[in-house]
């Protein structure tokens, strides 16, 4: 199994590689992307699901809320990089448990992961519009991504308030014993 684990890795890096190759913008856009949307979904999971309706403030969303929105985005923002237009989910108006919300969580990212997959460099230079303003493909997965971060240093906060580590503040795995 130890062995399975240290191949795998070295096997998909060839494939990681052509396509950085192939793709070198977009495969640095899905980097970040990637991180973020790890960071979100354990985040998600952390969290009791009694404290999902816990806010520091009356003014605030929920952190139910906040993981919704952040699920909404995923559809709003890239169904643009997608379709040229945006789409509603409305997880946040619609889904009240934890289980729902992550499913939502689940859903948009899937969404925004077919985005990529289905974009080359050239193909993300292309304009769509967004609010009346030209948008290359592209810029709009990256806004998402930066929306998708700013949320999360919500959450974040929100963990650490609740006296839970943040998932990217998590200390590394220990290393297998030999």
Known sequence: ??????????MAA????????ANPQLTSAKAFYHMVRSNVLKAAEKMAEEKYSW???DDVRTFGQMVAHIADGQ???CGTAREGK???????KSATTKAEIIKGLQDGFAYCDAAYAELTDAKSAEMVNF????RTRLSMLSFNTAHTMEHYGNLAT???MNKIIPPSS????AAPPK
């Open 170 to 173: 998590e200390p590394p795995p």
């Open 75 to 77: 559809i709003f923002l």
């Open 14 to 21: 060839p494939l990681f590689c052509q396509d950085a190759a």
């Open 158 to 160: 929100y963990l650490r």
């Open 1 to 10: 199994m130890r062995y399975l684990l240290v191949a795998l890795p070295l």
């Open 55 to 57: 806010r520091p403030t």
């Open 86 to 92: 945006s789409r509603n989910n409305d997880v946040e």
């Open 131 to 134: 609010f009346g303003q030209p």
